[in-house]
């Protein structure tokens, strides 16, 4: 096996194909004829077996705030592993490189939404309650500012040396 990390406009139209098919059988609630849920990602890092895509993670990099903290982080979108290939430590392994990029580019943390959180957890990621302000897309419209706490959904993992402080936070964008 095989994780590459790919800029989104090198991806070919074949892989994105495949990556959509992925992401569907991954997420069934949350079917859409594309290869990302709301945005393109920035980055994504793909694991493949023998050409086949087995795994996937979409990167978005950019800063939010955090109380009155600016933070750089990279936002994971979308990571899902094929169901045949599951219990293989491949979402470990591409977190991990992802994590590792952030250490080499300056990154404060990992930054996530996700409702089951058991490979999240055992990956050194921590839960985060607190209220919350993003864009609000849907289907590619903008439907402008949703402010909610999201109990139980946001999940960070430290990278840099910045503590993450307790306060309402602004995703100065999209939901991941």
């Given at each position: 096996m095989n994780?590459?990390?790919y800029q989104e406009y090198e991806i070919p139209t074949q892989w994105h194909e495949e990556l959509t098919n992925l992401k569907s059988r991954c997420f069934p609630n949350h079917q859409h004829d594309r290869s990302y849920y709301?945005?393109?990602p920035h980055f994504r890092f793909i694991c493949t077996?023998?050409?086949k895509i087995v795994g996937h993670i979409g990167v978005d990099h950019r800063v939010i705030r955090v109380a009155d903290e600016i933070f750089r982080i990279f936002g994971l979108i979308d990571v899902c592993v094929d169901e045949q290939y599951r219990n293989k430590s491949i979402?470990?392994?591409m977190i991990e490189k992802v994590f590792a990029l952030g250490q080499e580019t300056g990154i404060d943390f990992l930054f996530l939404i996700a409702s089951d959180h058991r490979v999240y957890e055992k990956n050194?990621?921590?839960v985060v309650n607190e209220l919350c302000?993003?864009?609000r897309i849907h289907d590619h419209r903008n439907y402008g500012v949703?402010?909610?706490?999201?109990?139980q959904e946001i999940m960070i993992r430290k990278v840099g040396n910045r503590d993450w402080p307790k306060g309402p936070i602004d995703l100065l964008g999209y939901v991941f």
């Open positions: 994780i590459g990390i709301k945005q393109l077996d023998n050409g979402a470990t392994s050194k990621f921590q302000s993003w864009l949703a402010v909610e706490n999201l109990e």
